[in-house]
């Protein structure tokens, strides 16, 4: 009896830990999704190995659709993530801004003509002037909220509103389109590597991402001015700076998915570009369990939250779910996560273990 | 235990939230919001438009006030704004003023200030069909003459001389009836719809639906709404090669989701266009997805019209010499082109 007591409370006390550990609630989403998955239809699970229409080797199946899918939605939620923890608030024009980057890039790459047979500029240095762009984009948005005290949403819904034009604008209001093979490298394969190129470009984010947190104090100064700004100030830290510094972050992360997006189909349609991606953004900070007023965040959990988002919208389209109830379902998490994270529910959920303790004692 | 059982509780909810269906209404709000907040941007322009070139008046030329959407709404619109300013030029008689609105409410702002000054004639596209009525009324008063052109309205005929619209349905018919022409023992269709409840969504939809309920061998694999997205239907037909289903026939409700659909089939490597195995059908004759018919890559697009100026033309011309017109709404013609007898000629003249 003794024995098997101790063991007991050993197997709740790991369990508990690591409940209580942020990443889980990403991770067990995504569990969730796969466990659905292996018993509605174990083929989802299926990596078959062939070769695209150029005869180059294309790994394909649903886990490798929804890492490749899942990669703009991965890097904007690194971008995210910052301007969420410094500022308490999200910047809902990144669709809009992804569309400036992804027209910037084009515009570079084609010149005056909107179908060059020949790239006009080498692809690096289009991307850099989208990174610009983008990240200037992303200052005025920091300059908005860290100077003139705007309220995030609200500064952003400028962008969001006006970005399309922009994006428009940027082109002559033309669709350019590019011939060359070497930019769909960018956004399908790299010729002899099975792998899609996307998920690449989002672990080399992640790997940035990773040292900048590890080796800056980027993590702490922008944890402190979220978690109260005026006794970071007090401590010598800037926080218009790190406010400012947070949505350019953002703002390379959106040049990064815009390079993605464009790749993806040689073209850019302005009005539909990564739409409603600044949602997905988002949910997917929400889901990695980080408050959306600001302050600690966990950069993995909100990694792992858009590779949920993408799982979910993989897993509806394999059981074909009407696409437009899609957001319903999202909204669903949304209101899910809201509630179980709010200090009332976890106040009681709190309460209710002391007291299932005391009685377990007794 | 129970701390257990309650995260598999909170778990759970989250299944239930992957197996329960539900409404699409928050995907609805939210794009009107969008679209309501994207047109301000341009208002502004439009109006400084009207009135530089109101003062360019002189006297022997018709005066046309056109009020039309935002030219940056689509490839559709762009095309259409540029063929109404070719037409409506001095060299051919007119002195045309513009204005840009997608907003119903500054369209009928713009018209009122049109009737006041005296146009002869008022061109409209209206952003919405309704609430037309009493301004269409000021405009017979002052003896404006209206002629619709793209989109219709809730009005009553006599308040205008002309409608000259695109049929949507017809364009799904022209398409789906050159499919039945193909012969295929088997038609196994993956449907990727427009916006839904946009005109054409339902017209082209329409005619699908109808061949599908009609004959055992047509089916759909699958039918899913990529809201005019290229990516989002690249996504929803690589759902469909993952799970291995069995398909010939890709019916796009735009050229854009065609090719989202394109470059997944170009992944798994399967063979499509003139010889391929899966037949690739698009919509709207954008200059690059002509091109893609012309080599083969695709089998079918159909056409939207945006060329409505040289029938506007037309009826102002017959109002003028005295004639009267006889059917008040004017159907385009509208063409599909197969990509076995489509020509570099054809792609110059109808390509967008």
């Known amino acids: 009896m003794q024995t098997n007591e101790t063991k007991n409370a050993g197997v709740s006390g790991f369990f508990g830990r690591m409940i209580r550990k942020q990443v889980m609630i990403p991770l067990a989403a995504l569990l969730l999704l796969f466990l659905f998955n292996l018993i509605m239809d174990p083929s989802f699970f299926k990596i078959e190995l062939g070769y695209n229409s150029a005869g180059n080797p294309v790994l394909s199946g649903f886990l490798i ?27 809902i024009s990144v669709g809009a801004t992804t569309a400036i980057a992804g027209s910037v890039l084009l515009r570079v790459l084609c010149g005056t003509n909107s179908r060059p047979e020949t790239l006009q500029a080498p692809i690096i240095v289009a991307f850099l002037a989208a990174c610009v762009v983008a990240m200037l984009f992303g200052a005025f948005n920091g300059v908005l909220v860290a100077v003139f005290k705007i309220q995030p949403m609200i500064a952003t819904l400028i962008l969001y509103t006006a970005g399309r034009s922009i994006a428009a604008w940027i082109n002559n209001n033309e669709l350019p389109v590019v011939s ?26 992640m790997i940035v991402i990773g040292l900048v947190l590890k080796f800056t104090n980027l993590r702490l100064y922008t944890q402190a001015v979220g978690i109260n700004e005026n006794s970071s100030k007090l401590n010598g830290l800037n926080p218009v700076f790190i406010k400012i510094l947070s949505f350019v972050i953002l703002g390379l992360c959106v040049a990064v998915v815009g390079l993605i997006k464009v790749a993806r189909i040689s073209t850019i349609n302005y009005s539909v570009i990564a739409k409603d991606i600044e949602m997905d953004a988002i949910l997917a900070v929400a889901l990695g369990g980080n ?36 957001p319903a379902y999202k909204a669903i998490v949304v209101i899910v996560l809201v509630i179980v994270s709010a200090p009332v529910v976890r106040e009681k959920f709190n309460a209710f273990m002391a007291k299932r303790k005391v009685k377990e004692a007794a | 235990m129970k701390r257990k059982l309650v995260s598999a509780l909170v778990c759970a909810a989250m299944v239930a939230t992957v197996l329960a269906g539900c409404g699409n209404s928050s995907s609805d709000t939210a794009s009107t919001d969008a679209a309501a907040t994207e047109e301000t941007a341009t208002d502004d322009a439009a109006a400084e438009d009207t009135a530089a070139e109101d003062t360019a008046a002189s006297g022997d030329l018709i005066k046309v006030g056109i009020i039309n959407n935002d030219p940056n709404e689509s490839g559709y619109r762009t095309a259409n704004d540029a063929d109404m300013k070719a037409m409506f030029t001095e060299e051919n008689g007119y002195d045309a003023s513009f204005a840009y609105s997608l907003k119903n409410d500054e369209q009928i702002t713009a018209a009122q200030k049109f009737i006041q000054d005296g146009v002869d004639y008022l061109l409209l596209s209206a952003a919405d069909t309704a609430g037309w009525d009493s301004v269409l009324m000021d405009a017979q008063a002052a003896g404006t003459r209206v002629i619709l052109f793209d989109r219709t309205i809730d009005a009553d005929p006599s308040l205008y001389e002309a409608s000259i619209v695109s049929d949507m349905e017809a364009e799904g018919q022209t398409a789906v009836e050159w499919l039945a022409g193909q012969g295929l023992d088997e038609y196994n269709i993956i449907h990727i719809q427009g916006v839904m409840g946009s005109a054409a969504q339902q017209g082209r939809t329409k005619a699908v639906d109808e061949m599908v309920a009609a004959n055992d061998n047509w089916n759909l694999v699958t039918q899913q709404t990529a809201e005019w997205n290229a990516e989002k239907a690249q996504q929803i037909v690589q759902s469909v090669i993952d799970s291995g289903q069995e398909f010939n026939v890709i019916y796009a409700e735009n050229d854009d989701m065609a090719k989202g659909a394109v470059a997944a089939l170009d992944k798994a490597n399967i063979s499509h266009g003139v010889d391929g195995d899966v037949i690739i059908m698009g919509f709207d ?68």
């Open chain 1, 291 to 326: 408050a959306l007023s600001g302050g600690k965040f966990n950069m993995t959990a909100s990694i792992i939250g858009a590779y949920v988002i993408q799982c979910l919208t993989t897993t509806l389209y394999k059981f074909q779910v009407r696409s437009d109830a899609l």
């Open chain 1, 65 to 91: 659709t929804i890492l490749d899918s899942g990669s703009e939605l991965a890097i904007l939620a690194i971008g995210m993530t910052l301007v969420t923890a410094a500022t308490g608030g999200q910047d």
């Open chain 1, 180 to 205: 060359d093979e070497s930019l769909t490298y960018f956004g399908e394969f790299i010729p002899g590597i099975p792998i899609p190129t996307p998920f690449f470009i989002a672990v080399a984010c």
């Open chain 2, 285 to 352: 004759t954008n200059t690059w997805a002509l091109e893609e018919l012309l080599a083969g890559n695709w089998n079918y697009d159909g056409q939207c019209n945006p060329y409505q100026a040289s029938y506007i033309d037309e009826v102002i011309k017959t109002i003028e010499s005295g004639g009267t017109i006889e059917e008040k709404t004017i159907i385009m013609e509208e063409k599909g082109f197969d990509a076995e007898t489509i020509t570099q000629e054809d792609i110059d003249t109808y390509g967008i």
